[in-house]
């Protein structure tokens, strides 16, 4: 058992464990490695960055290339798991630092897919090594391939406003990108990010019986349940926190050298990320962003 696995592990099996227990424990982030999830569902990634892919018998559907030497990493680690080509490629959301390096796939022929609200972003910041969508979608919309159905859900305005969420129908698991990194803070500080919308989000997922888990964009290989009642709990005691002080007139220094969450103190990340993570909260009632 690989110490990250470890993590994971106890994680979902100890539902008394608290939060920061679960994330304390060391894990080896470095290595890229390759996590089936259920039956023709793939992980592959490390702490720095994660994504999906499914296999079926008439090709793979890709998500997130992540940057060209990630991407081609990502390709092998395919290969290693089937023949198939890689027929589609759903890009999470805009953001850099997810959506780059999708050329390797879109030269094996393979259709590229986002939100429509995307391509303003793209438009507005393009980036030399992202490939265009050649497809977007409006709603959700199923993805059909080799007798699988791939579920990609729009739950509207959170992280950005064109972040696609990923079901492979029958398996238990959400692919969320950047809404939740498992029993980490990972917050920081976004102009795009919409608190209350983000949570409100978090919350449509936890009415939700379909899933146990959910995958990340950063991180381990998967949470449970609890990592998204804990991203949203997180994002609602900070707006309950800085809402009152803004309109006290308290600045946003005041605010992070008052601080403290007793909840998520041991969690990872909190120390370097609680601060930033004030303030962007701060921005939202101070500029409406
Ligand atoms: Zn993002």
Excluded at 83 to 93: A, E, G, I, R, T
Excluded at 216 to 242: N, S, W
Excluded at 270 to 275: F, M, S, W
Aim: with cysteine.
């Amino acid at each position: 058992m690989t110490l990250f696995r470890a993590v994971v592990v106890a994680a979902l099996v100890c539902p008394g464990l608290a939060w920061g227990q679960a994330s304390t424990i060391p894990f080896d982030y470095r290595e890229r490695v390759t996590t089936e999830l259920a039956p023709g569902l793939y992980t592959y990634g490390n702490f720095g960055r994660r994504s999906i892919f499914v296999v079926t018998s008439e090709g793979v559907i890709a998500t997130d290339p992540v940057d060209p030497k990630f991407a081609a990493d990502y390709r092998a680690a395919i290969r290693k798991v089937t023949d198939q080509p890689v027929k589609y490629l759903v890009y999470s959301h805009q953001h850099w630092d997810h959506a780059r390096g999708g050329k390797i796939f879109k030269d094996e022929g393979a259709t590229v897919i986002s939100h429509e609200n995307c391509l303003v972003h793209f438009a507005n910041t393009p980036h030399p090594d992202i490939v265009r969508p050649d497809r977007t979608i409006r709603a959700n919309e199923d993805l059909k391939l080799g007798g699988n159905t791939f579920k990609l859900m729009y739950f509207g305005r959170n992280h950005g406003d064109c972040m696609l969420v990923m079901q492979l129908e029958g398996a238990d698991v959400l692919y969320v990108n950047d809404l939740v990194t498992p029993y980490s803070i990972g917050l920081g500080f976004m102009p795009d990010y919409d608190p209350k919308e983000w949570a409100r989000t978090l919350r449509e997922f936890e009415a939700r019986p379909d899933w146990q888990r959910v995958v990340g964009g950063h991180g381990i290989p998967f949470g449970g349940r609890d990592a998204v009642t804990q991203r949203r709990k997180f994002l609602e005691q900070l707006m309950a926190y800085v809402e009152p002080l803004y309109a006290q007139g308290k600045t946003v220094d005041e605010m992070i050298a008052a601080a403290d969450f007793p909840e998520f103190r041991d969690v990872r990340g909190y120390k370097e990320q609680v601060g930033r993570a004030i303030e962007r909260i701060y921005h939202y009632y101070e500029m409406g962003w």
